[in-house]
T-cell receptor, first 113, second 115 residues
Framework: QKEVEQNSGPLSVPEGAIASLNCTYSDRVSQSFFWYRQYSGKSPELIMSIYSNGDKEDGRFTAQLNKASQYVSLLIRDSQPSDSATYLCAVKGYGGSQGNLIFGKGTKLSVKP | NAGVMQNPRHLVRRRGQEARLRCSPMKGHSHVYWYRQLPEEGLKFMVYLQKENIIDESGMPKERFSAEFPKEGPSILRIQQVVRGDSAAYFC?????????????FGPGTRLTVT
């Protein structure tokens, strides 16, 4: 059974701080990794995708991937109250009909003004 | 609106009725995925379709649920004889291609309530 694990939180950080969100996955052959943000009552919104080991930066967001450790993380710099949401880690399989995403249960982030 | 479209946004059905959820993919996308999110639960994959083809339905319950993506028109997720446990948010996502490095974009979802 392929699994994606996240700390459910809530993770509380003060405004302006760095928020660090972590995710581990069980399927070693996974190739594609995504972070989504979901506000309460809304649909998931794609923030970042990462496919290679290392860091990928986009504005205030940095995704980090370590395939050897089966670990993905998302850093949010200069956190804002508007970043308060649930962050979903998603992993896509490889080969066959592996088009679907496997999601973690999400980490709830709260940014305090 | 070039995004993924879903309707209705809210659907109320009595137990035993049928629910039909519709999804139009983003322009230029030909791959559609349906996910379900139960209250306080994570997103779970249900089915993956291309036009006139079901690619993967491994996440779909064996009974009462079906999906299609006809040559013309939106993808339809159909739930027959709904039960209270079907109450959830149903999200559709689309991508340009299926396998590999293709990102999935989600629609606003349909909130199904079974009374």
């Amino acid at each position: 059974q392929k699994e994606v694990e996240q700390n459910s939180g809530p993770l509380s950080v003060p405004e302006g701080a760095i928020a660090s969100l972590n995710c581990t996955y069980s399927d070693r052959v996974s190739q594609s990794f995504f972070w989504y943000r979901q506000y309460s009552g809304k649909s998931p919104e794609l923030i970042m995708s990462i496919y290679s080991n290392g860091d990928k930066e986009d504005g205030r967001f940095t995704a980090q991937l370590n395939k050897a450790s089966q670990y993905v993380s998302l850093l949010i710099r200069d956190s804002q109250p508007s970043d308060s949401a649930t962050y979903l880690c998603a992993v896509k399989g490889y080969g066959g009909s592996q088009g679907n995403l496997i999601f973690g249960k999400g980490t709830k982030l709260s940014v305090k003004p | 609106n070039a995004g993924v479209m879903q309707n209705p946004r809210h659907l109320v059905r009595r137990r035993g009725q049928e629910a039909r959820l519709r999804c139009s993919p983003m322009k230029g996308h030909s791959h559609v995925y349906w996910y379900r999110q139960l209250p306080e639960e994570g997103l779970k994959f249900m089915v993956y379709l291309q036009k006139e083809n079901i690619i993967d339905e491994s996440g779909m319950p064996k009974e009462r649920f079906s999906a299609e993506f006809p040559k013309e028109g939106p993808s339809i997720l159909r739930i027959q004889q709904v039960v209270r446990g079907d109450s959830a948010a149903y999200f559709c996502a689309s991508s340009r291609q299926g396998q590999g490095r293709y990102e999935q974009y989600f629609g606003p979802g349909t909130r199904l309530t079974v009374t």
